[in-house]
């Protein structure tokens, strides 16, 4: 969180691994009731002492592997949290579009003046959210 808000503008952005991984590990298809769901913590640490232990290894084989396996396999990956994400956006009807917008020009990859798509994507949805909000008064 903070040390990689403090870390992001010397190129470390990504100082913190674990929330991604606890997205997939926490999400409702790992169980249907929450109070259950704690229980993929023991595998989710060891996981990441396999992955401490055997990293050399572990990176070895990655970079023989295809990189459009890699993409693949990722994807596949994040695919229940980008659903889950996309039906909390898309939940509320009346924030449905600045929902819809912020997805969308964030997955253009669209890049202006050196400024990646995710900060476009967030300026897009606040403004079609506020021209939204100003349409109703």
């Keep these: 969180g903070l040390f990689s808000l403090l870390s992001a503008p010397f190129g470390a952005a990504t100082t913190n691994l674990a929330a991604i991984s606890a997205a997939i590990c926490t999400g409702p298809d790992v169980h249907p009731d929450p109070a259950e769901r704690w229980k993929t913590g023991p595998f989710y640490a060891l996981a990441y002492l396999i992955f401490a232990i055997f990293g050399a290894s572990l990176v070895a084989i990655f970079a023989v592997l295809p990189q459009s396996l890699i993409v693949?396999?990722?994807?596949?990956?994040?695919?229940?949290?980008?659903?889950?994400?996309?039906?909390?956006?898309?939940?509320?009807?009346?924030?449905?579009?600045p929902a819809t917008v912020t997805f969308a020009v964030t997955a253009s990859g669209l890049t202006l003046f050196g400024v990646g798509a995710a900060f476009w994507g967030l300026i897009a949805g606040m403004a079609v959210l506020f021209l939204e909000k100003l349409k109703k008064r």
């Design 72 to 97: 693949l396999v990722a994807g596949l990956a994040l695919t229940a949290p980008l659903a889950n994400a996309l039906s909390i956006a898309l939940h509320d009807a009346g924030e449905r579009m």
